[in-house]
């Protein structure tokens, strides 16, 4: 069978870095493959040469036997080629019926046909089993179930290959099961797709090959069956299998965490429609995990305890004191630092520097009469450029050039240069490779041996029971338990989880007696 994509000698240059290195990749019909590497591997570079986001400065691009050359994604759409980015990029005021069909909506007697739009939108969304209405803004709806429409939309331009770029990052086990179920619908109607991801249990699931770049360079093309996950970490970290496995030891947890006393105390803290109010004490020293699963009340509960959201419920005390909590202002006056989830659009101002991201922080402590000279913001930013392995040339590069991982990483050294006694950390290793998630993790046990409070957020259990001292189990926007120490396990989290959700069974069954 000939190959429906394939790219030879792919080679890419920015200012100070060699994106990719003659890069091959080919792709058959009815074919996922799935693109691995760690961030920075040039995987991201790779797509954004297929759809025309960026020129090739060498090699050659052939779709369906014939020569390309897209100039833009508009370009690659009309080839057949279409994407679908890990940051949902939808206009959030619009319905979604409106999303799905911007630029291209049917008219009749020169004006939009809304009928036809809003019943088209229902028949793209019927596609993926999913039941919202299409008049409704993009907005009112979860970002799993956004991710899904601007999969919708990509499906509906009737593309001949599918990018997917981390399409299951937000969505909940359920949903995973309906994109999968999908996926091998479009696979046996003779779709390729290419899948990047970083859950690699997803990659065996789904996946009929496995293409690995490093350092912007081809590693090789493997059979999934052919290639133990334990080889392929290696292949895409450069390590050896021995070395791979030391990494997944079972860090050691802070023995005196729990005797010290509270930094933080929230008692009854709650807001109206987000989370119901719960209780939750925080130790410096201690690396405190916040789990269940999506919709649970994760986010809610850090924005509640960082400002960003206003609680209409409860109160928090700091060093025994009771505070106000009613901005992200007042919360870094206080010593909490936030790291979110949505790091595109709450965390990284794009158009500014590394070294300006990394700062900000800092400045914003130290008020606007208190300038930060520029020979010091030098300093801070190469410092943590240094120590959290930051892939740039230097620290003025912008920081929308960077891949997420790396990305994520300024966005910590933004904290960690404001030196705050309590991190929250939502998702950090979100969409980045094995490597970066083991820096992170091991960062946040050297924070802990410093004296500072982590507050740990992972939709990954096997992440939480790593990381943490102690876990706060939360369910349907309320905390349902505690676990300590070797209690710590995925397993008891679910039990948990499942254990409060049959006592509401219950309890439900019986109020109706």
Known sequence: MSDLLGMRGITKQFPGVKALDSVDFSLRPGEVRALMGENGAGKSTLIKVLTGVYQRDAGDVVFEGKSIAPKSPLDAQALGISTVYQEVNLIPHLSVAENLFLGRQPTRFGRVNWREVNQRARDAIKRLDLDIDVTQSVSSYSIAIQQMVAIARSLDVQARLLILDEPTSSLDAREVELLFDLIRRLRDQGLSIIFVTHFLDQVYRISDGITVLRNGRLVGHYPAADLPRLELIARMMGKEVSE??????????????????????????????????????????????????????????????????????????????????????????????????????????PNLSIRQNIILALQARRGVLRYLPHAKQQEIADRYIRALSIATPDADKPIKELSGGNQQKAILAR???????????????????????????????????????????????????????????????????????????????????????????????????
């Open 415 to 513: 904290w960690l240069a404001a030196e705050p006694r309590l991190l929250i950390l939502d998702e950090p290793t979100r969409g980045i490779d094995v490597g970066a998630k083991a820096e992170i993790e091991k960062l946040i046990r050297t924070l802990c041996k410093d004296g500072k409070a982590i507050l740990f957020i992972s939709s990954e259990l096997e992440e939480v029971t790593r990381a943490a001292d102690r876990v706060a189990v939360l369910r349907d926007r309320s905390k349902v338990g505690e676990l300590r120490g070797d209690a710590i396990t995925e397993s008891a989290i679910l039990r948990t989880i499942a254990e409060s959700a049959e006592g509401d069974t219950k309890g439900a069954t019986d109020g109706r007696g």
């Open 244 to 349: 791979i496995e030391a990494m997944g030891a079972r860090v050691e947890r802070e023995a005196d965490a729990g005797s010290r006393e509270p930094f933080l105390v929230a008692k009854g803290l709650g807001r109206q429609g987000a989370m119901e109010p719960f209780d939750l004490e925080i130790r410096e020293g201690e690396a405190l995990g916040l789990a269940g699963l999506l919709g649970s009340g994760r986010t809610e509960s850090a924005r509640l305890l960082f400002g960003a959201d206003r609680a209409d419920h409860g109160t928090v005390e700091v060093d025994g004191k009771p505070v106000s909590m009613t901005s992200p202002r007042r919360a870094i006056a206080r010593g909490l630092g936030f790291c979110p989830e949505d790091r595109k659009t709450e965390a990284i101002i």
